[in-house]
C-alpha cells in the first residue's frame, strides 16, 4: 500500500490542503508545496497555505486547486483558484468544444 503524504493548513477554520505525489518522500513534498506559495519553514509548524500566507484569507470551499485543495474558478483559458490564484491548464478535451468554424 502507498502512502500519499499530504500538507494541511494549520489556520483553525482553514480546509487547505497540499497531497504529494505516491511515494515521495516528506521532504520533496514539502519543497513542492514551498513552491506553490505555502509556508512550510518551520518543520512543526504552524503551517500556513498559500491563501493564508499571502492573502490572510482562509480557504472555505474544496475544489480541485492542485496547490490547496481550493475552490476554482472556471476561465475563459482553464481554471483559476479563487483561494491562492493557481492557474490550472485547460483540458484538452475541452478546447474540442468550441468550434469556431459554425458558420
Ligand atoms: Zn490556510
Ligand atoms: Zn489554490
Redesign the pocket.
Known amino acids: 500500500m502507498t502512502m500519499i503524504q499530504a500538507i494541511t493548513?494549520?489556520?483553525d477554520i482553514?480546509i487547505?490542503l497540499y497531497v504529494g505525489q505516491p511515494g515521495q518522500v516528506p521532504e520533496l513534498i514539502r519543497l513542492g508545496a514551498q513552491r506553490v506559495g505555502w509556508d512550510v519553514d518551520r518543520l512543526d509548524g504552524p503551517h500556513?497555505?498559500?491563501?493564508?500566507?499571502r492573502n490572510g484569507e482562509?480557504?472555505l470551499e474544496a475544489g480541485e486547486c492542485p496547490a490547496?485543495r481550493g475552490r476554482t474558478t472556471t476561465l475563459r483559458h482553464g481554471e483559476a483558484c479563487q483561494y491562492c490564484g493557481h492557474v490550472l491548464p485547460p483540458l484538452p478535451d475541452e478546447l474540442d468544444d468550441e468550434d469556431p468554424t459554425d458558420d
Not at 48 to 53: A, F, I, L, Q
Open positions: 493548513c494549520d489556520t482553514c487547505a500556513r497555505c498559500p491563501s493564508c500566507h482562509s480557504v490547496c
